[in-house]
Each structure stands twice: as C-alpha cells, then as structure tokens.
C-alpha cells in the first residue's frame, strides 16, 4: 500500500530533497506540499493523507498546525521534522496529538522506516530525545496554570476587580478619580479580552478569579 504524505516545509530545497527521499522507492506519495502553517492546515483538509509531515518552525509555527490537523482528523497521523530538540517542545507536539517527533539530521533510509511505522499508529521520539522528554513529562509541574485575566493591564485589573464587587461605572469612576465614560471604554475592553458576553459575565469571571485567591 502506498502512504499518502503531505510536506510541509518552508525551504523549498530541503523540502523537495524530503519528497525526493520519500518518493524514490515507490512506497509514499506525496499528495501535497505547504509551506506555512495555515498552507498544511487547508492542503490537509483538502487531501486527508495518511500522514502529515510538518516542521516545527515553518511561518504560523508547527505546534498550531499539528494542534488544528490533530483536532480536525483532516490526516490520520501527524508527525514532525525539526532541528529543535527542545524537550517542551517536543512535548506540547505530543500533546497536541503528534504520533512522531523526528530531528532532521535522520538518513533518508530511516525517515521511510519511521514514516512506514507511523503510518500504521507507531509512535517515535528520536532516541537522543526520549529519555529527556518523558523526564519532562512525568516531573510535577511548578507552573501555574494561564490566568483568565493574563491578558489585562494592571488597571484594567484594577477596575474589573472593583466591579466584581458589584460597584457601579460611576463607583469605579469616583473611587479611581477617572470620568465614567472612561470605566466605560475600559469595560469594553476588558469585555473583549476576557470574550464575555456583557458587563455582568465580565464581574463573574473576575470574582471567580479573585474568591480563589482568597
């Protein structure tokens, strides 16, 4: 059976010396080629190959393709071929629903083997990566999970966390010593960041935040 592959790869060169390597025993087609992140998305959704071959640091970022492919189910595996041997990285790959994880210093040889193995639901992480990643993996974790507010100034903080309190437009104005209008401009921003539906959404996601604070 013939493996049905999409490239994904921003330099041209190496791109084509991939699909050369894959193509020259007959035993992978490449159904595709892209060169971004959105380019692998669309040609993926378009092809459905069997494999997804992405690289990391293509423009878009290879994380979010592999994370909108995996989630789409638009190829039935995914895998990836970088230089970047960071252990988060490789993790958040996996994570995001990569089966392979592959640097690419790899002989042609070799990437057919892995490709042919993936193909058919095998997982591979490159040796000289397996033993750091899954260190990276099973230690706790003393990161702090994203805050819902992460995007906010301090004095968009500062005003949500008085309305949370159910104080007024005008409240916040007098405690602040700013105009109303201005608490106003600042609700409609805050609104959007926090993608609350209305002022009242906005003061619960607030006093949940800080009630777990307390």
């Known amino acids: 059976m013939t493996i049905r592959i999409v490239v994904a790869d921003d330099h041209p060169i190496y791109r084509d010396g991939v699909i050369t390597s894959l193509e020259e025993t007959g035993e992978f087609r490449v159904v595709g080629t892209a060169a971004s992140a959105e380019e692998a998305i669309c040609i993926s959704e378009q092809k459905h190959p069997d494999i997804a071959l992405l690289d990391m640091s293509m423009p878009g970022g290879g994380l979010s393709a592999v994370k909108a492919i995996s989630a789409a189910g638009s190829a039935k595996y995914v895998a990836m071929l970088t230089v970047s041997e960071d252990d988060e990285t490789v993790a958040n790959a996996i994570k995001f629903g990569a089966t ?3 640097l690419k210093g790899v002989s042609a040889a070799n990437l057919r083997k892995i490709l042919k193995g993936v193909a058919v639901g095998e997982p591979h992480v490159s ?8 260190t990276f993996m099973t230690q706790p ?6 805050s819902p507010l992460k995007e906010l100034t301090l004095r968009e903080k500062e005003i ?4 949370s309190k159910g104080q007024s437009n005008k409240e916040v104005a007098n405690a602040l010593d700013i105009q109303e209008k201005t608490v106003k401009h600042y609700m409609t ?16 996601i607030g006093h949940d935040f800080w009630k777990e604070k307390e």
């Open 100 to 102: 392979a994880y592959i």
């Open 141 to 146: 974790s003393n990161r702090e999970p994203d």
């Open 160 to 163: 949500l966390r008085l309305v």
């Open 189 to 204: 921003t805050i609104m959007g960041k926090l993608h609350a539906r209305n002022r009242v959404e906005a003061a619960l």
């Open 127 to 134: 040796p000289s990566l397996a033993a750091k990643v899954l």
